[in-house]
């Protein structure tokens, strides 16, 4: 045997290597197919099959090509799109070592979403919690998120809105006063930083200097790092992430701490109503948050808050600047409200009430975008979706972009038409998932809705702008659909002769 290796010489002997190599993991491969299956048919013999789908590799599961659609121009839907292709509405999957499911039907939609027998919980992949936090909303359990829920929605009220309205309105006038001398403006970095701007104005009384500076590079990164592979090593970008949110946690026990020691006496925000509730909570009977609770949730509002507002508002521009009919007609109707507005200096809540074709602009550009492309539960037990047992303790996934792009809920549902939604009696439910529904839905869908809509009556009222870039690639690693472009675009001031 030996003369035989000898004879063969060294590339022959990397051949037999490679060889080895790969019929070994081509057997290890399906020998932990069939192991996986037995136990998977053991677990559901007799009424009805789990969903079809591949288990891909041994340990790694299809993570690599999750991983590559999340750096390919379509980002993570691609990866499901493929699958639906292949599978029908409802596939299964293994990632990062789980096994996950993906739905793409209304029905599906709202048995989970609704989640009247209490089956499923909200979960985002590891990467994910540890980074926005398990205190975290987003992370919570049901009942934890109730308590959680209970004490943040003060944020949202009419009140809060109200107020938001007008300093987000200064923020814009301010902002937009300074593209005439840009020439070509890149709209989502003007509206990341108009956004963040708002939120920690309003949740920190932060509005400049040096610790707002570092707050928007730490919020950045660990943004970016959202979707990374966890891996710990310092030149990963999940270990950068990580460390990103520890100097943000640092920041806010520092504000916590001041005002909890009264070194901040005249601060009027939602951290500060925040503390000032957990005096009296042994009275009222509310949950008293702790620190690190009030510190995950503070992250996970700037972050929802600034991220996908403002990538909805930069898919807003590139289809209004793409679509003559679209623009034409908010414009007319801006202007009409420009005229009522002439004497205020801010818009009033009030007036964005009276905004009805911008709001189903907004709710197209929502729809066609799908910023956020999928909702992710943990199921809690055993139950059946699409004729299909799902198992506990799998992650159930509601594909959002399929519902919003799928023919027979919308008509030509890949052109840009705000008029489809004139009698929103004819969608059906669970068609429109920008928000979410059922007992999670998004806390700040009124208060995104706000930010967008004054956003727009300042850009159409001030300012005609041309797309320069009508590529539509998502941008890699990014948890929530951004334009990859940012969406360049030329500016000219409107005159009064216009």
Not at 136 to 154: F, G, Q, V
Request: hydrophobic share 40%; proline share 3%.
């Amino acid at each position: 045997m030996f003369e035989v290796f000898v004879e063969v010489g060294p590339y022959g002997l990397c051949l037999y290597a490679i060889l080895g190599v790969g019929a070994f993991v081509f057997v290890a491969s399906e020998l932990w197919k069939k192991m996986v299956l037995r136990q998977l048919n053991r677990e559901y013999s007799g009424t009805s099959n789990i969903p079809p789908g591949s288990l891909g590799l041994p340990f790694m599961g299809e993570t690599i090509q999750f991983m590559a659609a999340i750096n390919g121009d379509k980002g993570f839907y691609d990866f499901v799109r493929v699958r639906s292709e292949r599978y029908g509405n409802c596939f299964k999957t293994n990632i990062f070592g789980e096994t996950h499911v993906f739905v793409k039907s209304t029905e599906s939609a709202k048995t989970i979403l609704n989640n009247e027998l209490g089956r499923f919980t909200k979960r985002y992949i590891k990467s994910i919690a540890e980074l926005v936090g398990n205190q975290s909303l987003l992370c919570a359990s049901p009942h934890h998120h109730k308590l959680l829920r209970a004490r943040l929605i003060n944020l949202f009220s009419s009140n809060s809105i109200s107020l938001l309205v007008k300093q987000f309105d200064q923020l814009v006038v301010d902002a937009l006063n300074e593209w005439e001398h840009g020439g070509t403006i890149i709209v989502l970095d003007e509206a990341l930083k108009i956004t963040l701007k708002a939120m920690c104005k309003m949740l920190l009384s932060l509005e400049s200097g040096v610790e707002l500076e570092l707050l928007q590079e730490d919020i950045s990164q660990v943004c970016k790092a959202m979707l990374a592979f966890p891996l710990r090593f310092p030149w990963t970008g999940f270990y950068k992430g990580l460390q990103a949110r520890k100097r943000i946690m640092s920041t806010l026990e520092k504000i916590i701490s001041r005002r909890r020691r009264g070194l901040d006496p005249n601060s009027k925000d939602f951290l500060q109503c925040l503390l000032a509730k957990d005096d009296n909570s042994s009275f009222d009977g509310m949950h008293r948050l702790t620190d690190a609770e009030i510190q995950d949730n503070i992250l996970t509002m700037i972050i929802a808050g600034q991220d996908t507002t403002a990538s909805a508002i930069t898919w807003m521009v590139k289809y209004l600047g793409e679509n003559e009919e679209a623009l034409e007609a908010i414009k007319a109707e801006q202007r009409q409200l420009a005229e009522k507005t002439s004497k205020k200096s801010f818009l009033t809540l009030d007036d964005l009430n009276e905004m009805p074709y911008a709001s189903k602009v907004i709710k197209e550009s929502l729809r066609m975008a799908s910023v956020v492309p999928w909702f992710p539960r943990l199921v809690l037990e055993d139950c059946e979706i699409e004729g299909y047992k799902i198992k506990k303790g799998w992650n159930v996934n509601i594909d959002a972009r399929s519902i919003h792009l799928d023919p027979m809920l919308y008509n030509e549902p890949n052109n840009f038409n705000p008029s489809r939604f004139d009698d929103e009696h004819f969608c059906k439910p669970y068609s429109f998932l920008a928000f979410g529904m059922g007992a999670r839905t998004c806390l700040g869908i009124n208060m995104a809705k706000a930010m967008m809509l004054v956003f727009l009556h300042r850009l159409l009222t001030t300012y005609k702008w041309k797309v320069i870039d009508s590529d539509s690639s998502i941008e890699k690693w990014a948890l929530f659909s951004r334009l990859r472009s940012g969406c360049p675009v030329q500016v000219s001031r409107i005159s009064n002769i216009d």
